[in-house]
């Protein structure tokens, strides 16, 4: 019913940027929370950044770096990620939490997009 779908991902060098971009679409009620995490190669995923009611959250590592942004009446999420390193190279996730629901508010689930990779290297 509800389907998540990101863009944005490459290959950057150290030091550059990119911007990641989730756009949900399907039978939304409403948006309860969005964020960003992400895997590392041969690593557990980890919260990158998450906004909710206009509150951020940021992972330390990328504080003063990335920047998460949501546009309700659009049902996106982005990060912008500036002065990239090579250790945030992994696989970037978008997920929401969202009400279903047409007309009526419906279950709340969790959702994800299907992964963009990011690669940082000379």
């Known amino acids: 019913q509800v389907q998540l779908v990101e863009s944005g991902g490459g290959l950057v060098q150290p030091g550059g940027s990119l911007r990641l971009s989730c756009a949900a679409s399907g039978s939304i009620f409403s948006i309860n929370a969005m964020g960003w995490y992400r895997q590392p190669p041969g690593k557990q995923r980890e919260l990158v950044a998450a906004?909710?009611?206009?509150?951020?959250n940021y992972a330390d590592s990328v504080k003063g770096r990335f920047t998460v942004s949501a546009d309700n009446a659009k049902n996106t999420v982005s990060l912008q990620m500036n002065s990239l390193k090579p250790e945030d190279t992994a696989v970037y996730y978008c997920?929401?939490?969202?009400?279903?629901?047409?007309?009526?508010?419906?279950?709340?689930?969790?959702?994800w997009g299907q992964g963009t990779q990011v690669t940082v290297s000379s």
């Open positions: 906004i909710a009611t206009a509150r951020t």
């Open positions: 997920m929401m939490t969202i009400t279903v629901g047409d007309v009526t508010a419906g279950p709340r689930y969790t959702y």
